[in-house]
DNA sequence: GCGACAG
DNA sequence: ATCTTGTCGC
């Protein structure tokens, strides 16, 4: 893991733009990490005011029990911007991340992957940076077509090309979205959410476990 | 120009 | 994301 990190500054949608399409082109969509993992994490951004709250978990891929998590509150220098998500929450999911005695073997990002219109959802965008393997994992469409349904999931197209999958959780009528974030191919990640996730929940529990002590954390600063 | 739009 | 009341169901 890359643990050298560098300032963006002030930075204008152009060169968001230009940097999103420089990192497109360095994800990797086959599966480069320890797998099946010993130990899968879960990143998540809750806000208070103007902070942001990073929490990373750490949890034991067999049992699914939390094992670590770490915080890192930041003061929010960009604002939400759907397609640039990664510019708002970059720092306090990459501190929080750092902040972990240890490292996970894939992590679960609470935001598209590849499942965005320029190929570079926050998940990408973290993984190369830090040089991590991710998944993003969404509760909303940000682009794309939900193709036909087979069993549980349904290929998300955009210009002809598949760059993610709705799977269907627990009972919910509405499904996830999961897609590549790095190092992982899109069966694999969709394989793990659906092995991470609880019968009748709708979230895998790494994402859930980290959204929970996000919006917990938050009563504690303020 | 209009509508859509992760967290 | 966050702000919010009641409500349905296990």
């Known amino acids: 893991m890359k643990r050298n990190l560098q300032t963006y500054g002030k930075i204008s949608i152009e060169k968001a733009r230009r940097a999103q399409r420089l990192l497109a ?83 679960m990002i609470d935001a598209q992957g590849r499942l965005h219109p320029y190929g570079l959802g926050a998940a990408c965008h973290i993984g190369v940076v830090l040089d991590i393997p991710t998944i993003g994992v969404a509760k909303r469409l940000l682009c794309g077509t939900i193709g036909a349904r087979s069993d549980d999931v349904a290929p998300v197209v955009l210009d002809d090309k598949i760059i993610g999958a709705a799977v269907w959780t627990g009972r919910s009528k509405k499904p996830i979205f999961v897609s590549v974030g790095h190092k992982v191919s899109l069966n694999t990640a969709i394989r793990l959410v659906k092995q991470t996730t609880r019968k009748g929940r709708k979230l895998p529990e790494p994402i859930r476990l980290a959204h929970s002590i996000a919006t917990r954390y938050r009563s504690r600063i303020r």
């Not at 939390?66 to 930041?74: D, G, I, N």
């Not at 939400?80 to 005695?101: D, G, N, Q």
Request: proline share 6%; no cysteine; hydrophobic share 50%.
């Open 25 to 107: 082109e360095m994800v990797i969509e086959h599966d480069d990490f320890k797998n099946p993992p010993d130990i899968i994490g879960g990143v998540d951004v809750s806000y208070l005011g103007n902070r942001a709250v990073g929490v990373a978990v750490l949890l034991d891929f067999r049992t699914l029990e939390l094992v670590e998590y770490a915080t890192a509150v930041v003061d929010v220098k960009f604002p939400y911007v759907p397609t640039l998500l990664a510019f708002r929450e970059f720092f306090p999911m990459a501190k929080a991340i750092l902040s972990l005695k240890r490292n996970a073997d894939i992590y």
